[in-house]
Structures are given as structure tokens and as C-alpha cells.
């Protein structure tokens, strides 16, 4: 593995640079939550923001999507200013966030409705990203007739078939049971290897975090800075099936939460 100074430019060209956090505070009244932090974002790669509870992550997310101000600092996606939310970004919410009085197929295709995009066009992407996330054939059931992970598996889909660049997952994992959950972690591996896209992955998993990412961001506790970023190396092209046994993953892991364990009550 690689570990980067969280200063750094991180080794990469702006031109690969989807997302860049230059210098970013947030204060909340008189909490400041975030505190001059640096971030980059590689273009077509999963970042992954771990930490403990209450270090920032989602605050930072939601700045990132322009759903929240910054203090002070900017975000750039693609080289613009973020100050509002935009195209060029999705959000996929931990609770879901689906309509419940919309079938599967058009809560998949609501935001490319809200955009205008004629029925015929949007239903059929929204039917691609619906098979690309493994449910095909619910594409008329509701989502009170759907598991917990089923309706995940909807928010993911929506958020895809926007065609934004970047997307932002805030703990989308974190309300399905644990064989649902690594199934999931499979799923996302292969999305990012096809769609191409950027993805900002918040969890409070290590595990989960090592497993799929290509950039871990580990920060401390408020007001939250970067304190150490990894580039897992040898296991990223083996396999699903191989990278919990690589022996680089179990020592990033237990690196990891030696980092992490003092800041855990």
C-alpha cells in the first residue's frame, strides 16, 4: 500500500482530479466540525471517508453535494466552484429517500423527470440501471413491497441513471444485514469498473472501507482534518472472492484501527 501526506497533492494530475477540497471549514454555531481540510478525489475511483462517529464525513459529503455551505475553503467538481447542488452530482441517502407512492421504475427515473427527459427515454435508462443493480423484474412494485436492501439497491439505481460523475454515498450499507451487505460490497466493485464514474463513500466500517476502495481518507475527530491517506495496491485487480484473504488487507485493516482506536469510547 501506499500512504500519502494528507497535503500533498496526492500524485495525481488536476487533469485527473474529479473532486478537490482545498482548505475547507464548517462551524456549526460554536462547534467547528471541519478545519481546514484538503482532499482530492481521483477521477473514476472509489474514495472512501473513514472515521470516528461525529469526525465530519457526512458534513464534508453534503458540502461536496452544495447541500450545505462551507465556512470557508472551496470545493471544486471538475474544476468549477460547488455553492449550490448540481448535475454533476448524486446523492445516495442512508435512509433510502424513495417515494412511496412510485413504482420502482419511476423512482428510478424521477430526476431525469425532473429534468424533462421524455417517458420513453427515461424509463428505458431507468430499466438498464435497474438490471445493472440486480433488480430486474421489480420494476413495477412499490417500496413498502421491497426488502431493506432491495430499496437501497432502488436509491443506487436513480442515483446512477442521472448520468452524474460524481457520486456521493452517505453509509448505504449501513441498515441491511451483513450477507446483504457483502453482496453489495461485490456490487459496487463491479459498478465502479464499469460505469467509469467517481464515487465518495462514507462508512464506519474498516473493513468495508479497505475492501473497496481505491482511496481510504481517514480523519480524526472534530474539528476534522486528514490524517492519513492509503492507496491499497496488491489486491485492487484479484478478485472479489481473494481481497479479505490478501495479506495486504488484513494488515491495512489492522493498521487502520490501531490509528483509529484511541478515538473510539
Avoid at 17 to 25: F, G, H, Q, T, Y
Avoid at 169 to 196: C, G, H, I, W, Y
Wanted: glycine fraction near 6%.
Amino acid at each position: 500500500m501506499s500512504q500519502i501526506k494528507p497535503d500533498a497533492r496526492q500524485g495525481a494530475a488536476p487533469a485527473d482530479i474529479a473532486v478537490s477540497v482545498r482548505n475547507v471549514s464548517k462551524v456549526y454555531g460554536d462547534v467547528q466540525a471541519l478545519k481546514d481540510l484538503s482532499l482530492d478525489f481521483p477521477r473514476g475511483e472509489l474514495t472512501s471517508l473513514l472515521g470516528p462517529s461525529g469526525c465530519g464525513k457526512t458534513t464534508l459529503l453534503k458540502i461536496i453535494a452544495g447541500l450545505l455551505p462551507a465556512t470557508s475553503g472551496q470545493i471544486e467538481v471538475n474544476g468549477k466552484p460547488v455553492t449550490e447542488p448540481g448535475p454533476d452530482r448524486s446523492f445516495v441517502f442512508q435512509d433510502f429517500a424513495l417515494l412511496p407512492w412510485a413504482s420502482v421504475i419511476r423512482n428510478v427515473a424521477f430526476g431525469l423527470e425532473l429534468r424533462g427527459v421524455a417517458k420513453s427515454e427515461r424509463e428505458a435508462i431507468a430499466e438498464k440501471y435497474i438490471r445493472e443493480v440486480g433488480l430486474a423484474g421489480f420494476e413495477q412494485k412499490f417500496p413498502h413491497q421491497l426488502s431493506g436492501g432491495m430499496r437501497q439497491r432502488v436509491g443506487l439505481a436513480r442515483a446512477l441513471s442521472v448520468n452524474a460523475q460524481v457520486l456521493l454515498l452517505d453509509e448505504p450499507f449501513s441498515a441491511v444485514d451483513e450477507q446483504t451487505r457483502r453482496k453489495f460490497q461485490e456490487d459496487l466493485l463491479q459498478l465502479v469498473q464499469n460505469e467509469k464514474k467517481t464515487f465518495i463513500f462514507v462508512t464506519h466500517s474498516i473493513e468495508e472501507a479497505v475492501y473497496v476502495s481505491d482511496q481510504i481518507a481517514i480523519l480524526l475527530p472534530r474539528p476534522s482534518r486528514v490524517s492519513e491517506i492509503i492507496r491499497p495496491s496488491s489486491f485492487r485487480n484479484k478478485g472479489v472472492d481473494n481481497i479479505r484473504r490478501d495479506p495486504e488487507y488484513l494488515d491495512i485493516v489492522d493498521s487502520i484501527w490501531a490509528s483509529l482506536r484511541a478515538y473510539v469510547e
